[in-house]
């Protein structure tokens, strides 16, 4: 999966992408380097990001997903608003990706379900503004797969689809550095919940620790695409990132060595 952040604020890349034109011509690029799916979104989740108006969201993603989807290219959209999930729906989108599972908006598993389309439920914790409080766990890889087969279960309750569920296991939301390392070396535990299960750890801070000068984001490609060939000799579904030729051409030589 391919990241386009149609935001101003984003940790990584925040204004780069904030017109439609831009944003387009940065999509069309990841799909050419070889992104399966393009992952627009337009409401940054960085540790401390306030909620966006939703209004202001669709403003930003659906020209964008409109756009993407005309020229053929597969989209998810990224977010945790029901209206936006529905209208996205409409121009076409194949999954949408709540990094709150269905939980900041009571009326996402309806449109989950009536859809039909793909759902990402990721493990959450409260809001970006106050989720590092909560990276309290008496055992996190434990904790976050009962968490995750409970919002699986909720939405399954919902009326959403078993073979539409994607789980992921939110690398960086509510968690510390060590915990996100927890969970990345204990993917088949993840696996064997029984979905298929996306990994989002481009360029997150946690991966800055192992570089030179708490490298700033745009030089944690090598990290993402070394933790993305990892998961997937792991087993992972997916993977989503920045760097789409970087993480691709890890992919690439893991696949070469399979025996």
């Known amino acids: 999966m391919g990241i386009v952040n149609v935001t101003p604020d984003s940790f990584s890349?925040?204004?780069?992408?904030?017109q439609v034109d831009t944003a387009v011509e940065h999509a069309m690029g990841l799909a050419l380097a070889g992104a399966q799916l393009i992952d627009v979104g337009g409401e940054s989740t960085r540790p401390g990001a306030e909620r966006l108006p939703v209004d202001e969201e669709q403003r930003r993603v659906l020209p964008v997903i409109r756009e993407l989807v005309d020229r053929g290219i597969p989209v998810s959209v990224d977010t945790m608003?029901?209206?936006?999930?529905a209208a996205a729906a409409e121009l076409g989108v194949v999954m949408i990706n709540d990094v709150s599972g269905g939980l900041a908006d009571e009326g996402m598993p309806r449109v989950a379900a009536e859809t039909g389309l793909h759902f990402v439920a990721m493990h959450w914790r409260g809001q970006s503004s106050t989720m590092q409080d909560n990276a309290v766990y008496t055992n996190v890889l434990r904790d976050v797969r009962n968490e995750l087969k409970l919002r699986v279960a909720e939405l399954i309750?919902?009326?959403?689809?078993?073979?539409?569920?994607?789980?992921?296991?939110?690398?960086?939301?509510?968690?510390?550095?060590?915990?996100?390392?927890?969970?990345?070396?204990?993917?088949?535990?993840?696996?064997?919940?029984?979905?298929?299960?996306l990994i989002g750890a481009s360029r997150?801070?946690?991966?800055?620790?192992?570089?030179?000068?708490?490298?700033?984001?745009?030089?944690?490609?090598?990290?993402?695409?070394?933790v993305s060939a990892l998961a997937a000799q792991a087993g992972v579904w997916g993977v989503r990132v920045h760097n789409v030729a970087a993480t691709k051409a890890a992919l690439d030589v893991w696949e070469e060595m399979q025996p």
């Open 13 to 18: 890349d925040g204004g780069r992408y904030e």
């Open 81 to 85: 608003n029901a209206s936006t999930a």
């Open 204 to 226: 997150k801070r946690f991966l800055a620790k192992l570089l030179e000068n708490d490298a700033p984001p745009s030089e944690r490609d090598t990290a993402t695409a070394t």
């Open 157 to 197: 309750v919902n009326g959403v689809r078993p073979d539409r569920i994607i789980l992921d296991p939110g690398i960086g939301f509510a968690k510390t550095g060590e915990q996100n390392w927890q969970l990345l070396a204990n993917i088949p535990a993840l696996n064997t919940i029984g979905y298929p299960v």
